[in-house]
């Protein structure tokens, strides 16, 4: 952890009380998973995900006396996590290391990591190539239709959480998963 | 059914918001079934592999972990240790400098012995080889000066 993270979790854990603080380590373990996996997603740098997924239950904990619970702690991480990933894409000073640790860091491709299934090995390079399409096309989207995306298909979270998570409307949630999803059909199209 | 789905409804429907127009037109058109099943197949194990992936960078291992709020003992602790470390911090300089002191004092002693030792052989009149001489010649001295003033 970097040091002015370690002196701003020394300040919260000051600021909170204990008990607060060892529930919150019971939802840092529940949750964490699920935040990093959508945030490393998100950005494709292992350190990047690292550092924001760190920055978002540190936030989470700091404002753990504003959550009112009328979202589900899932949805509300996956706020914070959202706005964070956008927040870091926008952010022009890392844009340099972003371009230097895509040259540099190769975290694969996600079809390397497919699950195995019974199917003959047409079947699988089939699935493969099409999982790899999908991949390479995620890369490409816009950032809020790739936030949709993802929390939709790899979160599986339905429309209502996903408006919850990205403080978007219904209809402009649509918008944008429909849009993504051409992009990803023109693109199996091609791949098939 | 000439008309497959538009770009839309094939979306919409993929994204689990299919109308009943959409649904009826599934139901009869095998080409737009078995695409819509491939997509979400496809879409079912690039999720699934996105995680697998996602476990494999770590996704699993949490490695965040809240500064725990110091208990009473343990602050007790914390305080003796700094009150420790204080101490030999102010006392490490102050024993330095006194042994400087004392190395200096002695150093000072020495020279000052050894100037008076040299102040005392530079007093003398002849050097210490000859003093024997230098009494003997000084004896014969009185002896003629008492001699003479008997006379």
Known sequence: MEPAATSQLMVAAVEAPALEAEQFESVVRQYWPRVFLFVLASLRDRDAAETVTQDCFLRAYRGLGGFRGEASLQTWLMQIAVNLVRDYARNRRLQFWRKTQAAKIDVGDVSDWMPDRDATPEEKALTKERVAAVWEVAGTLSPKQRTVFLLRFVEDMDLLEICGATGLKEGAVKVHLFRALKAVRERIGRAV | ?151
């Not at chain 2, 009826?24 to 095998?30: K, L, Q, T, V």
């Not at chain 2, 400087?100 to 003398?124: H, K, P, T, V």
């Open chain 2, 1 to 151: 059914m000439n008309q497959h789905l538009t770009s839309d409804q094939f979306a919409s429907s993929m994204a689990g918001e299919s109308s009943g127009v959409e649904r009826r037109h599934i139901a009869e058109c095998s080409q737009c079934r078995d695409e819509i099943e491939r997509m979400r197949s496809t879409l079912a194990v690039f999720g699934d592999s996105v995680r697998k992936w996602g476990d494999a960078h770590g996704a699993a291992r949490t490695s965040f972990e809240l500064a725990r709020p110091r208990t009473f003992a343990a602050g007790r602790l914390r305080v003796a240790l700094a009150i420790v470390a204080m101490l030999v911090i102010a006392v490490v300089p102050v024993t330095r400098h006194m042994m400087e002191q004392r190395r200096a004092a002695e150093a000072a002693m020495q020279d000052g012995l050894l100037m008076q030792r040299i102040d005392d052989e530079l007093s003398q009149t002849v050097p210490q080889q000859m003093e024997p001489l230098l009494k003997l010649t000084s004896g014969s001295d009185t002896e003629q000066q008492s001699s003479g003033g008997s006379r």
